[in-house]
């Protein structure tokens, strides 16, 4: 299939649509295209071609004709560059930050579609901006096709968390989310090649960790995944975090008594106990039908919807078999959005959930609960937000803000063993808490020296004498 000329700009410049194949799995036929690397050469293009699933005008005012690694510092957003096999640079686009990753057009052009249909699927991943090929300098000499991601408000790479040390509690939060972020890959049929910490971004989720999938250049998508697939991908997290975990303790950036082998053997061990939760065949007594509705219960407060099961009857009738059919992540979002607009993560949006009940139960036990859940954002989250000193309001993003605070009040009323008004309580953790909190949304634009020297790494090391990651596919018979 090859794709389609929306349009032509003045310039030069060709935009394209994407292939509208949307149900064929796994990688979509393309064009073999030399890198400017190849020994071979390649001919010079005469126009630009810019793959996008929208027309980003402001794309055409950045530098193509000059190599990523020359690009002009005013172009650039000040992200530091964790370990690549690939050039990368950050730049604003418009009001956003964008990463932009030099490449092959094969390698490009996969991983974008890739990531479309991961986005399709409503999977945690960056957002896929456009493919740009065609790259020339101004004396005709070919450059690399580029990918073109947007970055990710209010993530981190895992080595920003703390700018001091890693505590050995929170590298086992981040390897949850990770666990959790592969288990709803893996129920897609998405099978990653390159699970690592470092091909992952986080975000916070009241008190926990989203994980969020960066690069899915060796990923592929099938209809299902046989457990050799499962558990190949899997060895990959454990060796690769292994390795990471050794570079961080050898850095002096995690304490002393963490053990590299055995926490990234944790992945292992939370993986496999959440496959399990989701996906194992359950066998009761007939009796004990309500075991169906606890089961399911049971799913959802995991953050998981069952929208379809298959229940059972041995030859007896005496015993009935329940299996999970179709699971999928986001239940307390999808709650959270439905009730009142608000997009938050699976664990804040639990946490809001919670609040908005006990409000309802307090306030208006009889009431509908749409209106009240549309009481309790005017009532409660918006008077919130507001109440937040616009120079501070980019330490958090707002759901986690919330949720802190309402935290906050809990622990207020406990200590002192009364009923803490919310208006003291938003005051009382400004004041304490968000005054001292790094900037999150700007951390990254914006990094101080501390963390620049954290997130350094010897670039061309990485660039060239690190070890390609694992790209064999695994026996999908095993």
Known sequence: MTERNSSTEDNGAQWHDEPTDYGQIGKLPRFEAASANDSKGSVASSSLSITAAATEPELLDLPWHIALEDWPAEYLAALPRGISRHIVRFAHLGGSVIAIKETSEHVARHEYHMLRKLARLDVPCVEPVAVITGRTTPEGRPLNPVLVTRHLKFSMPYRALFSQMLRKDTLTRLIDAQALLLVRLHLIGFYWGDVSLSNTLFRRDAGAFAAYLVDAET??????????????????????????????????LIEEKVDPVATSELIMDSYRRLWTELTEKESFEIGERWRVAARIRKLNELGFDVEEYAIKTTQNGSTIQLQPKVVDAGHHQRRLLRLTGLDAQENQARRLLNDMDSFRADNNPGMDEEYSAHLWVSQIFEPIVRSIPRDLSGKLEPAEAVHEILEHRWYMSEKENRHIPLAEAVQSYIDSELRHRRDEAAIMLNPDTGLLKILEVETEESRYGADESIDEYPDSDD
């Open 219 to 252: 990923g592929e998508l099938y209809p299902d995944l046989s457990t050799g697939q499962r558990e190949y991908d899997l060895e990959i997290a454990r060796v690769n975090i292994a390795g990471e975990l050794m570079d961080l303790l050898d850095g002096g």
